[in-house]
């Protein structure tokens, strides 16, 4: 493998190692978001269900 490859190789590794934690990091604070507004709505409805 001569130098070219090899840089390009390692360049297109690290590109694919930063798109997987990206994803990681989006996916995680996703269902944070999403445990955050099921919360929220179950408060509300049981706030809802108190006035009731």
């Known amino acids: 493998m001569d130098k070219f ?7 297109k590794y690290k ?5 997987l ?6 996916k995680s604070l996703i269902v944070k978001l999403m445990e955050l507004y099921e919360y929220q709505y179950d ?9 009731n």
């Open 21 to 26: 934690a990206y994803y990681r990091f989006l």
């Open 43 to 51: 408060h509300s409805s049981d706030v809802k269900r108190l006035i």
């Open 15 to 19: 590109y694919i190692v930063v798109n």
């Open 5 to 11: 490859t090899q840089s390009f190789a390692q360049k």
